[in-house]
């Protein structure tokens, strides 16, 4: 079977690169950079998942992308997407004690070209255009960044997430500070989307918050060295993980019933908890007025995520 790298070889090849490095943004159809180019690059395959950069490696060599496209990584996120045309790992080419700022990994079966930094200094010295573009590019993608960047709060944003069973407490709390300086937001308050993955708006939900509370109910019983215990949903222990692990302990809040003894991995030690009583009927908000006003306190003396 053949592959696109297969399109650049041949008594046809030379032509072709030419011709593929051209469309380059950083070539804007210079064909004396574009001829420079195809003499010092080498032009390969990349499959499917492929690594071209990884995150804090210190290699250097810049890609130009000529088909498929590439996610762009920070930390096991994507942050961003290059296709043909782009340019990627020139920063590292610039300033050479400069480690990869992100890992690129193929999309799609793709096809790069891989030039040096020392071609690609050789190649600046003598179409100083290249640097222009770097620019240009760099300010763009800055902004870009930006975007990613969530704006301060004025007011605290808490979420709140909790098993179906536990909807009532979630519901109190929320009433409790229906008068109060921040802003509650319920994961069944229209959160989820039926066309959304349930993950991926989790995230999302709990990058927008500065604080997020999960509450634990006794909704199972597991075994406990031989003992029955009541237990939260796994799904609720998840989730306060995810909490600390995207907002900090400080800001990942634990909600337990008082009197329900209900067991928690020990890893979760450390974890801001606060108890609460619950028991529906006409005092129930009375029940839990305690545990909300701890909380307020607590929300208050922190604030908002200024960082």
């Known amino acids: 079977m053949t592959s696109m790298l297969d399109r650049f070889s041949g008594g046809d090849g030379e032509r072709r690169k030419v011709e593929a490095l051209l469309a380059q943004k ?23 998942d492929g690594l071209i950069i990884e995150q804090n490696d210190s290699t250097n060599d810049v890609f130009f992308i000529v088909s498929g496209s590439f996610s762009v ?4 996120r994507v942050v961003g997407v290059r296709g043909a045309g782009d340019h990627v790992g020139e920063m590292a080419a610039i300033e050479v004690t400069q480690k990869r700022s992100a890992s690129i990994v193929a999309r799609e079966p793709s096809v790069v070209a891989r030039i040096s930094e020392s071609d690609f200094d050789g ?26 960047v969530r704006g301060a709060h004025e007011r605290s944003r808490v979420f709140i997430i909790c098993s179906s069973e536990a909807l009532p407490v979630a519901r109190l709390i929320n009433r409790a500070f229906a008068h109060d300086d921040f802003d ?40 406990f060295r031989g003992q029955p215990w009541p237990a939260p949903r796994d799904n ?15 800001r990942a809040i634990l909600m337990e019933p008082r009197e329900e003894k209900v067991k ?15 028991k529906a009927g006409d005092d129930e908000l009375a029940f839990i007025s305690p545990a909300c006003d701890e909380l307020r306190s607590y929300i208050q003396r922190v604030g908002p995520d200024k960082s």
């Open 123 to 148: 190649l600046g010295n003598t179409f100083p255009q290249i640097y222009k573009h770097i620019a240009r590019e760099l300010s763009r993608r800055l902004l870009q960044r930006n975007h990613l």
């Open 264 to 278: 928690l991995p020990s890893d979760l030690a450390g974890v801001t908890t606060i108890s609460y009583r619950y």
């Open 26 to 48: 950083m070539v804007s159809g210079n064909h004396d950079l574009a001829n420079a180019l195809v003499q010092c690059s080498e032009f390969l395959d990349i499959p499917k």
């Open 73 to 76: 990584i920070v930390n096991g």
């Open 236 to 250: 609720v222990v998840f989730e306060l993980g995810l909490f600390m692990g995207r907002l900090g302990r400080q």
């Open 184 to 223: 509650v937001i319920v994961w069944s308050d229209g959160v989820f989307k039926v066309t959304n993955y349930t993950l991926d708006t989790l995230e999302k939900e709990v990058d927008k918050s500065d604080f997020a509370i999960a509450i634990a109910h006794a909704d199972d019983i597991s075994n």
